[in-house]
């Protein structure tokens, strides 16, 4: 199976998928840490995935997506974003519509209090 393959196995057989630099409970750079530690405070069940076990993926997501940077979020097979757009969809309240149109489970309270401590 190839990269491009296993990629697109993961993002269409899991409902969330981050592609990311570690993993949820243990992050290895800024970026990704922030948008796991977003999904993990509002509750999403999520998979992830971490690029720096494999190469092969980490170069073939970027190219999956046609995307240059790590992190990247697919919900419902569909490529979300990176870091920057994930920050502002999650404060703009989009994050919260884009889940509750694709029947993703997450916590509307949690989503609010992340606006409120960044308001």
């Known amino acids: 199976m190839t990269a491009t393959d296993q990629i697109k196995q993961t993002v269409t057989?899991?409902?969330v998928v981050l592609f990311m630099k570690g993993t949820k409970s243990m992050p290895q750079c800024g970026f990704s840490s922030r948008v796991a530690g977003v999904l993990n405070f509002m509750g999403v069940d999520f998979t992830d995935v971490n690029v720096l076990a494999d190469e092969e993926?980490?170069?073939?997501?970027?190219?999956?997506?046609?995307?240059p940077t790590i992190p990247q979020l697919y919900v419902k097979g569909e490529f979300v974003g990176g870091c920057d757009i994930i920050t502002e969809m999650t404060l703009s309240g989009e994050l919260d519509t884009l889940f509750a149109e694709k029947g993703v489970a997450f916590d509307k309270d949690a989503a609010e209090k992340i606006r409120e401590a960044n308001a």
């Open 13 to 15: 057989s899991n409902d």
């Open 57 to 67: 993926i980490r170069q073939g997501i970027k190219d999956y997506s046609d995307w």
